[in-house]
Nanobody
Framework: QVQLVESGGGLVQAGGSLRLSCAAS????????MGWFRQAPGKEREFLAA????????SYGDSVKGRFTISRDNAKNTVYLQMNSLTPEDTAVYYC???????????????????WGQGTQVTVSS
């Protein structure tokens, strides 16, 4: 069993930054891909970023490319999402997730992820 716990959400002004953390436990993650998604009220879940635990290969969604950075700390079994230049449109609940799917087009779809955190709220004020 895999447990994922997000933290770091909160209220920030437009133009500000936040760093989200996702602490993983329960399994060895060397074969996993870790992803970040978000969901705003009335909107579909959106892929933000993914990182392959082994090797650190990354991918980003178009809406966050150049503003958000995903990284991992192997020693702490933690994945991070650094978010810069935030706008009110970034307001959502942010989730981290884990999958064993082969790193490829499948990582963009939430349905391919087996484990999810509880989510953390990010609110960006104008």
């Amino acid at each position: 069993q895999v447990q994922l716990v997000e933290s770091g959400g909160g209220l920030v002004q437009a133009g500000g930054s936040l760093r989200l953390s996702c602490a993983a436990s329960g399994r060895t993650f060397s074969m996993y891909v870790m992803g970040w998604f978000r969901q705003a009220p009335g909107k579909e879940r959106e892929f933000l970023a993914a990182i392959r635990w082994s090797g650190g290969r990354t991918s980003y969604g178009d809406s966050v490319k150049g503003r958000f950075t995903i990284s991992r700390d192997n020693a702490k079994n933690t994945v991070y999402l650094q978010m810069n230049s935030l706008t009110p449109e970034d307001t959502a609940v942010y989730y981290c997730a884990a999958t064993q799917v082969t790193y490829g087009s499948g990582i963009y779809y939430g349905r391919n992820y087996d484990y999810w955190g509880q989510g953390t709220q990010v609110t960006v004020s104008s």
